[in-house]
């Protein structure tokens, strides 16, 4: 770990902000992923207010610089979009190694930040699960909403299907979480509706619960 005169944190934290700054898509004069990673933070000093420095670090670098890997780069249909999810990953944590580098983090340290970003340990690690959790939150607390817009195309049964599978990658911890979000009245619904559909696959995950 790096020496305790270093402001590693603070300054790691600053810099991946500082990258997401340069986002050309902007909300409300805000740079997108700027907004993102923001969100992402609060999530997870809501959910989980003892998170390691590594877990902050992760979060905050969730979608560091993801405007460089467009979508469009990519094949429409699950396979596209799974490799190019692959793809972000990848990017998002060699970034954040080199910022953590640069501010004194050892290779342990990057090493493990960077499979949190990957998900290489989800249901496995604590802090890989309440990063997964934290991130379905803020989709269905900030995003859920423009996801039902773009996609107006796909019936409720779809949207349902959709949830489910990210109902299950989630724990009971972030379960409550997002049934505790004041989501509008379709959206509440749909969840409410996953949740109902996933229930004894819900029930067997929370029986091995890393919570």
């Not at 991946?16 to 609060?42: C, H, Q, W």
């Not at 299950?168 to 004041?182: E, Y």
Request: with cysteine.
């Amino acid at each position: 770990m790096p020496s305790k005169d270093m402001p590693s944190l603070v300054a790691t934290l600053a810099e991946i902000d500082a990258a997401n700054a340069e986002d050309p898509r902007k909300v409300d004069g805000e740079a997108f992923e700027t907004l993102y990673a923001e969100r992402m933070s609060a999530r997870l000093a809501a959910i989980y207010p003892e998170a390691s420095d590594l877990l902050k670090i992760a979060a905050r670098a969730q979608h560091l610089r993801r405007w460089e890997i467009p979508r469009a780069d990519y094949p429409e249909g699950r396979k596209g979009y799974n490799d190019w999810r692959r793809a972000c990953r990848a990017h998002h944590a060699r970034l954040a190694g080199d910022i953590m580098r640069a501010h004194g983090y050892d290779e342990a340290a990057i090493a493990h930040v960077g499979a949190l970003i990957r998900k290489e340990q989800l249901k496995k690690d604590k802090e890989s699960q309440a990063l997964e959790n934290v991130a379905a939150v803020v989709f269905l607390e900030h995003y859920f909403e423009d996801f039902l817009a773009k996609y107006d195309g796909y019936d409720d049964e779809k949207i349902v299907d959709i949830l489910g599978k990210t109902l299950c990658k989630m724990s009971p911890k972030g379960h409550a979480a997002a049934l505790a979000l004041p989501l509008p009245d379709r959206a509440r619904a749909l969840v409410s509706a996953a949740v109902a559909r996933e229930a004894a696959a819900l029930e067997r995950l929370a029986a091995v619960s890393l919570d």
